[in-house]
């Protein structure tokens, strides 16, 4: 029965990964069926929680792992649609069909079907 020794898990809270904020967000949006998640080419984030209908379920969050804030060029333009590297929704379970899915995707984050496969 050894107990390994652990590293000082103390302090730090600005460490929280996209994962753990999802989670969050989710757990604050009772209506929330799935977290809208966009990246930026800078490592911001942003995201919103979305209800079944594809209507925004919370405010729109903006973060930066591993900072207090989020990059200065994101807040001057607070994120601007050409500086986009990713996004895709976060479903929570269970997750909904995929007829309800394309349209919430479409709904939320555009049609965007000329994606590279
Ligand atoms: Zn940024």
Redesign the pocket.
């Known amino acids: 029965m050894a107990s390994p020794k652990n590293p000082s898990s103390s302090g730090r809270n600005a460490e929280i990964g996209e994962q753990a904020m999802i989670e969050a967000i989710l757990e604050g949006s009772p209506e929330a069926i799935g977290v809208a998640v966009i990246r ?5 984030r942003k995201m919103a929680a979305v209800d079944k209908d594809g209507e925004p379920a919370s405010k729109i969050i ?1 973060y ?1 792992d591993q900072a207090e804030s ?6 001057q333009d607070n ?1 601007d649609i050409m ?1 986009v590297t990713k996004q895709f929704i976060h479903w929570a379970a269970p997750e909904p069909d995929m007829a309800a899915k394309t349209n919430i995707e479409a709904k939320v984050l555009g049609t965007q079907t000329h994606q590279v496969h």
């Open positions: 930026f080419d800078c490592g911001c903006m930066r989020i990059c200065p060029q994101c807040q994120g500086r």
